[in-house]
């Protein structure tokens, strides 16, 4: 077995579980907004696309971390199979792109907890998610446990307040393109619902944490996935019927506005903000292992490498990550943090896919397929900036 500093304490379940808190909010409750800005109900078209190439992100990422089974992902897998400069490249478009995603998820809480009082909301998220982390990894996949149980359950009581109020409408779905939404629009849709899907690489991420990684992370990686890919599918249809590809474009809480008031709306609020203090949980984690990754190579001051004797976790990695956040709620807002994020993020994907392709006794075309994917969406985010 691959020795290693950190403890393996998270077995399959853990493993999905962090991977969906990951996922299951980001895509959910921030990222409907901007793809319908870009492709009104075109948008469900831009999902199909986002998942087609998250799955091939997703095989790649799966194959590589059961080979390379220590925290830092494509970090690692650059580095190992295309040299070292490829390898922090990804390690820190990794960081970037996450530090900007740990902004959105952040502002997401803010939200849809008090919309003009999103920023102190955040800040005082952050501070909190980063304590929970600095307990140690278990404390974490216990917590995110919990937060994903619940925030499931919302989203099947908002399907059905949305369904059996009265007030969806299949004629919302309609046109599935409408008219002046071409290819380019249909793309940056998809980039931006991309960024719902980055969350299996957290799995990938904790893998020196991971028990039996060679067989536990690609289990956890499709299970996840598929897991995501139904709720996506499912909530933003509901969401379009009632409200329309200009109402979820219009609105900055579009799941709380299709819930139609009362006690769902609140309800469905009160699981934005659980969806958004999950995805902080387990996205603090992994950037903090890919920074203790870097720096223990090198790459990032040394210190940073550094592993608490008492929780065994990297706790100035967590800190100084944490403090990071704090400062970029206070300067981005939602739709710019989520298009950086979703930008960076491709990148790391990218290079992904490309270190896949090096792997002997592997089938091509997903990897193939997954670094076009990337670099399309990559380039049509840039141009939409």
């Known amino acids: 077995m691959t020795d290693t500093r950190l403890a393996r304490r998270l077995g399959l379940a853990d493993s999905v579980v962090i991977g969906l808190g990951s996922m299951i909010g980001a895509g959910v409750f921030a990222a409907p907004q901007p793809a319908a800005q ?6 469900l078209i ?28 494509t970090y690692v897998y650059g580095r190992e199979r295309l040299g070292e400069a490829w390898g922090v490249l990804a390690g820190g478009a ?8 740990l902004c959105a998820m952040a502002l997401t809480f803010g939200a849809y907890v008090a919309p003009g009082a999103e920023r102190p909301l955040a800040v005082g998220l952050v501070v909190a998610m980063t304590a929970v982390n600095a ?16 925030v499931l359950a919302t989203l099947a009581a908002l399907v059905l307040a949305a369904l059996a109020g009265g007030d969806a409408e299949s004629g919302n779905l309609t046109p599935l393109v409408p008219d002046g939404v071409g290819p380019l629009d249909i793309l940056e849709s998809a980039g931006f619902l991309f960024f719902a899907f980055a969350g299996y690489a957290r ?18 990686i499709a299970i996840a996935f598929g897991v995501a890919v139904a709720v996506y599918a499912i909530t933003a249809v509901a969401a379009l019927a009632v409200l329309g590809g200009d109402g ?3 609105s900055g809480v579009p799941l709380a506005d299709a819930a139609g008031g009362g ?4 309800a469905v609020r009160a699981g934005a903000a659980l969806a958004a203090a999950g995805v902080l949980l387990s996205l603090l984690a992994g950037v903090a292992r890919t920074t203790f990754a870097m720096a223990d190579n090198g790459h990032l001051p040394r210190p940073l490498a550094k592993v608490d004797a008492r929780s065994r976790v990297p706790l100035r990695a967590e800190l100084l990550i944490g403090a990071i956040v704090v400062v970029a709620v206070a300067l981005l807002d939602l ?37 076009a994917g990337c670099l399309l969406l990559a380039l049509t985010l840039l141009g939409a900036a």
């Open 203 to 220: 799995i990938a991420t904790l893998g020196e944490e991971v028990v039996d990684p060679g067989r536990t992370i690609p289990r956890a």
């Open 263 to 266: 006690a769902a709306e609140v």
């Open 248 to 250: 979820v474009a219009g």
């Open 335 to 371: 739709r710019g943090a989520i298009g950086f994020s979703s930008f960076c993020v491709l990148l790391y994907y990218a290079i992904a896919n490309a270190s896949a392709l090096t792997l002997p006794d592997r089938r091509r075309v997903l990897p193939a397929l997954g670094l």
């Open 46 to 73: 831009g999902l199909a696309v986002a998942a087609a190439v998250a799955y091939c992100n997703a095989m790649s990422s799966a194959w590589l971390a059961a080979r390379y089974p220590e925290s830092g992902g």
């Open 38 to 43: 870009a492709a009104g109900t075109a948008m």
């Open 94 to 101: 990794f960081i970037l792109g996450k530090l900007a995603s």
């Open 135 to 150: 307990l140690g990894v278990s404390k974490t996949a216990a917590v995110t446990r919990v937060v994903v149980a619940l």
